[in-house]
């Protein structure tokens, strides 16, 4: 019987042991879906205290349900480990680990490679790897593919299969999450990509699309976060415009709205934030150097994004000016460090450049996030308000909102402050509106 026929048949069989590193927002709730299908599933991750909290049955991630975990659990389907030996018990393993950006923005793969180099070492004939992660095109087959062939001695597409199946991972969605969601799958040779889509076709609902190599699979993740970025880059460079016409671009979005095709809503905003959408065009202009192309219309619109902060601080600036009060020694309460609403991940938040940007004026900054008590940034750590009270609130100067939590009373926010700088159109339902200016 070859590899291909043993690994559908055991796929079948629920007889696969499936294998998650990095247990973060894609990993855990990734290995918890596994574990769910009838699959016995090991994660693995640097952390001692996250392996420990899985072990135990606690989650600490906001799209897996606190239940589900603790039974999958108790019950022998998902356990975790800090020991990558044990890769050599599982038959399948998806890597799920961050890929960051390093001080030059360029691409990080550095857990990548590490993690790569650790499965080699303990990959056993006849198994299956798949990286999860974010990257540019050519990672799978430039940089995992010698590395599992010269760490383990085994050869792909005989001795084990390789490919790429990109996470869409949306925190805070209720409509779609990874159970759901649909799959993209790009096998290094056409066993492979048959082979890992069949398993991803028993563990989740959504649809799963078999790409012709994990180049495509990667270039698509791009591709769907570049999209993002340039279109919340055209949205946020109209908002400028807009306010220097003094035209209102939420008004003008929900108007474009009511046309039924040919157009999709993005929205301004302070920054963006995230892993995938800041981070993903970087990759992109990268590796398209290594082709002597420069990505002209995607960089105009990183650059478009990465002013936002600073653009926040320089209105909030005029704000202040019209009550003779300069940013110098300015009480500023920011309302959310999110990177979006209602989670409380703040991975990229542009709410944290804008803090960075106001201290660089000398302001004073007090913050309150519903879902956030402490950040840490470049080693130093904030901690925000317990309560938003009324007294809080008209203390300060100014207030911005920088993520538009619906746990928040814009009513009261409203009735106290002396000033809103509303970046979000989150006071969009409050009624008097003298005291609230919109990005």
């Given amino acids: 019987m070859s590899i291909k026929e043993l690994l559908l048949n055991k796929i079948a069989g629920k007889e696969i042991i499936v294998g998650v590193v990095g247990l973060g927002y894609v990993g855990l709730p990734l290995a918890v879906e596994k574990a769910k299908a009838g699959y016995k599933t090991i ?51 998806a890597i799920a680990v961050p890929t960051p950006l390093d001080q030059y923005q360029q691409p990080d793969i550095s857990y990548v490679r590490s993690s790569t180099m650790e499965i080699a070492r303990y990959i056993k004939r006849g198994s299956i790897v798949v990286l999860e992660s974010t990257t540019y ?43 759901n969601t649909p799959k993209v799958v790009g096998g290094a040779g056409r066993d492979a990509t048959e082979v890992i889509a069949a398993l991803y076709r028993n563990v989740l609902e959504g649809e799963v699309f078999e790409a012709s190599s994990p180049r495509v699979a990667e270039m698509e993740k791009i591709l769907e ?11 946020n460079e109209l908002a400028i415009l807009c306010h220097k016409m003094d035209i209102n671009i939420w008004e003008v979005i929900e108007a474009a709205k009511t046309k039924p095709f040919g157009f999709t809503p993005f929205y301004p905003g302070p920054g963006l934030g995230g892993h995938c959408i800041p981070l993903d065009p970087y990759y992109l202009s990268w590796k398209a150097r290594e082709y002597g192309f420069h990505t002209s219309m995607i960089e105009a619109s990183m650059m478009i994004n990465d002013k936002m902060p600073e653009y926040t601080v320089e209105r909030a600036g005029k704000i202040l000016n019209r009550f003779k009060k300069a940013l110098n020694g300015a009480q500023i309460l920011i309302l959310g460090v999110a990177y979006k609403q209602d989670i409380d991940d703040y991975r990229e938040s542009p709410a944290i450049r804008v803090i960075e940007e106001f201290h660089k004026t000398g302001a004073e900054i007090e913050f309150y996030d519903p879902y956030i008590k402490e950040f840490k940034d470049k080693g130093k750590t904030m901690t925000g308000l317990t309560e938003l009270t009324a007294e809080k609130i008209h203390s300060a100067d100014l207030v911005v909102i920088t993520t538009a939590h619906t746990k928040v009373d814009y009513d009261l926010v409203q009735q106290n402050a002396k000033a809103v700088f509303d970046t ?9 509106r003298e005291n609230v200016e919109l990005l």
């Fill in 137 to 179: 095109p050519g990672t799978t087959e430039e940089l995992l593919l010698p590395l599992l062939e010269e760490g383990s001695g085994l050869k792909c597409g005989e001795d084990f299969y390789l490919g790429f199946s990109p996470e869409r991972v949306d925190p805070g969605n209720r409509i779609y999450q990874t159970k």
């Fill in 43 to 93: 994660g693995f991750d640097i952390q001692p205290q996250k392996v420990d909290m899985v072990n135990q049955g606690i989650n600490y991630i906001g799209d897996v349900v606190d239940a589900e975990l603790s039974e999958l659990v108790a019950g022998g389907m998902l356990s975790a480990t800090i020991d990558f030996s044990f890769i050599k018990d599982v038959d399948f393993v």
């Fill in 424 to 432: 979000k159109n989150a006071m969009k339902n409050v009624k008097n």
């Fill in 225 to 235: 976060n570049t999209y993002r970025n340039v279109n919340i880059g055209l949205i």
